[in-house]
């Protein structure tokens, strides 16, 4: 996205990447600055998620992954690309997903793989939203120069393309699992910075910031008192995008063999089924378990997403027929 | 084809609304934004719908034209054009009863211009597609019709932003007037402007009425605007209409609470000053009945003895905080 | 036109970064990657060869800012070493070569999917709550969630080893000669439809979703309404007046779009082997060809960047208000 300088009115683009940029419902009155800032906008948010179909669908499949992940030890026991029958083997009763060419057990690999795939997914979320929200936070409050300075550094990374950066970062860094992590985070925090700056800066224009600014509160509180608070649902949003981000990012560097090919995660499961032929001698069960999980885990997140926008913006929600009767005045 | 003073309520009318009612059905609850309104308007009459903002005025005009979007509906009543029934027809009918027999001037100019078309384009499309002329034909009227509300024509390959604000807003009547419909609706057509720039417009679209002898239907909160311009006018409260009656009478003697509240906060432009008055805190107008002749032409609707004895008790106390709305209305 | 310059001067800083970057990496990383390239290749290596290497990873007795300006003047030059794995073909030959492949399906695919899928987001949020409006949003998020590869594999797997209908790799049968000819445009165009097909599926329900966000918020505007109070027909609405401006920002997310559809494309080219630079990109990979890998990345971007400059002049017709300013 290109808003070094944005062109467009900022409403405008920033409808584009999220209908939610709109600032959240309930901004505070200017009078009630000295007060810490409001917290409705944040529970009318998880009350409008629990009753909206989608999040509740998105969390259900999350919830489901998550158990399958804990419990992975419990449920296959053992390293599980150790070999165990003989290679090759279509889904069976002893193995419900077949084995691999080399005649690991595809179930236990896929299972284990949730715990990997999740975990640097979640790390990887977390950590872009944060850095985002630093650097979104501190160009919104400081603005002119520092805003300038991030908002340069934040487009150039926005713009330099993920996975060639992501190969040529990973391909000098020593392989492993914290390698993998950090090079995504370098690669994704740029996108969550740009919208988390544009939400802040509209509430850094509120009058409650203006008077926090005036009665000489600190540069941290109303930063992270004031204004955090009142993007919650952006945060979220960010935060969702993020970690879909990390599972998807990290499937294709490890597909591309730039990972620790020796830990068991759904991208590493994909590079052994492409490198060991899965396809072409037709064992679909090998591959498919691993792009399955991955697509699910990230429709479920998008689900949630979803019903984030929803419940913040009514725009986006459904038109219910018309009920009569109950005009209520 | 001018405005006779004669004519108006007249007993051909252009437009009737009976019995009008929209609700804004939501989730949980429904609000009715327009409750059982009826009115007409005569040929080349100008009539005024007064009210505070959110009662229920541009929703009206809104219907008229079938611009409703969700979650707005209609959910009685009838309205009438020229004998025919609005609320029944169908797409094509409805297309082309916009503009050509009502045209509409919406509040903000510079919105209701689409911001990357050229005026040009924005006027030619009318023709070309009502009337069926050529591009260049139709690019000739556009030129004429700017030259009407006295634009300088090579300002047809201006896009909306190189205009100023009172200079849209003069296009935009210039659109309206395009096809010389019957019946034009100006929906606060200068609230976003200045005074000065108020006036011009205001002149504008009384010359233009007295040309083209339009109905009008003239929505506003601004009392003194709308006395000086309507012949006859309706007073609004909560989606009701409270009095209606000629602009002259309401103007000499407004008879409902509410209508006396209204045009007590405004403070008159001549003579000695006076201290303005408004609602009293907490005076609200609940389930006000169908409207009563008073006096031949003059409709209020009944209210109790006490809502006039609050209104007038608290005239001298009540603040600018007392009733927001109307004090938004006379700020402007 | 100030705006041009301001964006022009944008992507030249942008570039500057992705060199300086290319640069530094080598030098300052932790990892060694020249011990183990010579570990891998122990003995193979032509003494050209190491010494080529030497001069890129900065394996370099100079001060750094004059291997710094010497690599400044290489890439300015255009000269970005020589490839270890094609030894010694320089890089930007190797590129050169396989770049075509790379634009071909990369623009297909990005062409189809963002035209389909701003016309599909369109025509959802005009009719709200309709068949396109309720059915295909979910379930092109579903299919997007994919990654661009497994749906490769999928599809390559179901067309092409299981249905026979798709060429298994490749861009055209090996032994045919490329050229001008009916039957060999023919022929790539085979090999073309199902790599760009998936990358269409995956990224198709984003261009979508966002017309559709952005269509909804501009048909509330009131420029929306008094069209339609104009009575002009639906279709004039829906594309002079709504389409028209929502898809300003559209436009301006291409961008991005750009380097998420690069980014897929390279990785199903690995999937179909197909001869473009992600394929390139994966050979490098695995022969630990870091100045093939470097090139790679800084043609990648400065086509990324280029594209991007094209779409801001294409930006600047479409918004008047940016070209009067």
Redo the contacts between chains.
């Keep these: 996205m290109t808003t070094y300088i944005d062109p467009s009115p900022s409403a405008a683009a920033a409808a584009l990447e999220s209908p939610t940029a709109a600032p959240a419902s309930g901004a505070p009155a200017p009078g009630s600055a000295a007060a810490p800032a409001p917290r409705k906008p944040r529970q009318g948010l998880v009350h409008g998620l629990l009753s909206n179909s989608k999040a509740m669908v998105g969390a259900a499949i999350l919830l489901v992954f998550i158990a399958l992940a804990l419990l992975a030890p419990v449920l296959f026991p053992g390293d599980p690309s150790r070999i165990t029958d003989m290679a090759g083997l279509e889904p069976s009763a002893e193995h419900w997903l077949g084995t691999t060419a080399k005649g690991q057990d595809v179930m236990a690999l896929t299972i284990h793989g949730a715990r990997s795939s999740l975990l640097v997914g979640l790390t990887v979320g977390f950590a872009s939203t944060f850095v985002g929200i630093l650097v979104g936070l501190a160009s919104a409050y400081f603005g002119k120069f520092i805003d300038e300075a991030l908002s340069l550094v934040t487009n150039v990374f926005l713009l330099l393309p993920g996975l060639p950066l992501l190969v040529i970062l990973a391909a000098f860094l020593p392989p492993g699992l914290g390698t993998v992590i950090l090079v995504l985070i370098v690669t994704g925090w740029a996108g969550s910075a740009r919208v988390l700056r544009s939400q802040a800066l509209s509430i850094r224009s509120k009058d409650f910031v203006a008077a926090a600014v005036v009665s000489g509160e600190r540069a941290g509180r109303i930063m992270f008192r004031e204004i955090l608070p009142n993007m919650a649902s952006i945060v979220m949003g960010t935060l969702l995008a993020c970690v879909i981000y990390g599972i998807g990012a990290q499937a294709g560097l490890e597909f591309l063999g730039l990972g620790d090919v020796s830990t068991v995660s759904w991208g590493n499961n994909l590079f052994w089924a492409g490198n060991e032929g899965a396809l072409m001698t037709g064992s679909w069960w090998v591959f498919v378990p691993s792009g399955v999980c991955i697509a699910l885990v990230a429709f479920a997140l998008a689900l949630i997403n979803y019903a984030v926008d929803e419940v913040t913006n009514p725009r986006l929600r459904k038109i219910k027929p018309v009920s009569e009767g109950k005009a209520a005045k | 084809m001018t405005v006779s003073q004669v004519s108006f309520g007249s007993h051909e009318p252009v437009l009737e609304v009976k019995d009008l009612t929209v609700?804004y059905?939501g989730?949980t609850?429904?609000?009715?934004a327009v409750?059982r309104v009826s009115f007409s308007i005569g040929t080349g009459e100008i009539f005024g719908l007064a009210g505070e903002s959110g009662c229920g005025k541009s929703t009206i005009a809104?219907t008229i034209?079938r611009?409703l979007?969700?979650?707005a509906?209609i959910?009685g009543g009838s309205i009438r054009f020229g004998g025919k029934d609005v609320l029944a027809m169908g797409p094509e009918e409805?297309?082309?009863?916009?503009?050509?027999d009502v045209?509409?001037v919406?509040?903000?100019a510079m919105?209701?211009?689409?911001?990357?078309?050229?005026i040009g384009e924005q006027i030619t499309?009318?023709y070309t597609?009502?009337a069926g002329y050529s591009r260049k034909e139709s690019l000739r009227r556009a030129a004429e019709l700017l030259e009407l509300v006295r634009i300088d024509p090579v300002r047809l390959k201006s896009?909306p932003?190189?205009l100023s604000g009172g200079m849209r807003q003069r296009a935009?009547i210039a659109?309206a007037v395009a096809l010389k419909p019957s019946l034009l609706i100006l929906d606060e057509p200068t609230t976003a402007l200045d005074v000065v720039v108020q006036q011009e417009i205001m002149a504008q679209i009384k010359e233009l009425q007295h040309e083209l002898g339009f109905s009008v239907l003239f929505i506003t909160h601004d009392m003194s605007l709308m006395v000086e311009l309507s012949h006859r006018m309706a007073v609004m409260y909560?989606?009701r209409i409270v009095e209606t009656a000629k602009a002259a009478d309401i103007h000499t003697a407004p008879q409902h609470p509410y209508t006396q509240a209204l045009m007590g906060a405004f403070p008159p432009l001549t003579g000695p000053r006076i201290p303005l008055t408004g609602l009293a805190d907490g005076v609200k107008f609940h389930n006000i009945p169908d409207l009563a002749e008073v006096t031949p032409g003059h409709f209020v609707a009944p209210f109790a003895a006490t809502d006039t004895a609050s209104a007038h008790n608290s005239a001298a106390a009540c603040g600018p905080a007392t009733s927001p709305a109307l004090l938004e209305g006379a700020a402007r | 036109m100030r705006f041009i310059l301001r964006r022009l001067g944008f992507y030249l800083i942008a570039f500057w970064v992705s060199i300086t970057l290319n640069f530094l990496l080598p030098r300052f990383m932790p990892g060694d990657p020249v011990s183990r390239m010579f570990a891998r290749s122990a003995g193979q290596m032509q003494p050209e060869q190491i010494e080529a290497l030497r001069k890129l990873l900065g394996v370099d007795s100079r001060p750094i800012w004059e291997q710094y300006a010497d690599y400044l003047h290489n890439i300015v030059t255009g000269n970005m070493g020589v490839s270890i794995t094609r030894f010694p073909t320089p890089v930007t030959e190797v590129i050169a070569s396989q770049i075509g492949w790379t634009l071909l399906l990369g623009g297909t695919a990005l062409v189809i999917a963002a035209v389909v899928g701003n016309l599909l987001g369109i025509l959802a949020a005009w009719r709200r709550g309709g068949a396109i409006d309720s059915a295909l949003p979910p379930l092109l998020v579903f299919i997007g969630s994919f990654p661009y590869f497994w749906l490769a594999m999928g599809a390559l797997y179901l067309f092409g080893v299981i249905l026979g209908w798709s060429p298994l790799r490749h861009a055209f049968t090996d032994g045919l000669e490329p050229a001008f000819s009916w039957e060999f445009i023919g022929d790539a165009g085979a090999h073309l439809v199902l790599p760009a097909l998936t990358i269409v599926l995956v990224s198709i329900g984003g261009w979508m979703l966002g017309m559709r966000n952005t269509m909804i918020a501009t048909n509330a505007e009131d420029y929306i309404t008094m069209a339609e109070a104009k009575g002009l027909k639906p279709g004039r609405i829906m594309f002079r007046y709504a389409a028209r401006n929502a898809m300003l920002p559209s436009v301006t997310s291409f961008g991005m779009g750009l380097g998420f559809v690069v980014g897929g494309a390279l990785l199903t080219e690995v999937v179909f082997a197909y001869p473009g630079v992600g394929y390139q990109l994966l050979n490098a990979v695995q022969g630990l060809d870091y100045p093939l890998m470097q090139g790679l990345f800084l043609t990648i971007t400065a086509a990324v960047l280029l594209a991007n400059f094209l779409v801001d002049i294409l930006y600047v017709r479409l918004d008047p208000r940016v070209r009067a300013s």
Excluded at chain 2, 29 to 32: A, G, L, V
Excluded at chain 2, 94 to 100: D, G, I, T
Excluded at chain 2, 111 to 118: C, D, E, Y
């Design positions: 609700k059905v989730d609850r429904s609000t009715t409750d809104n034209m611009l979007k969700d979650p509906k959910a409805l297309r082309r009863f916009r503009w050509q045209a509409m919406f509040q903000s919105n209701s211009l689409n911001p990357v078309l050229t499309d009318i597609t009502h896009y932003h190189q935009v659109m909560g989606g």
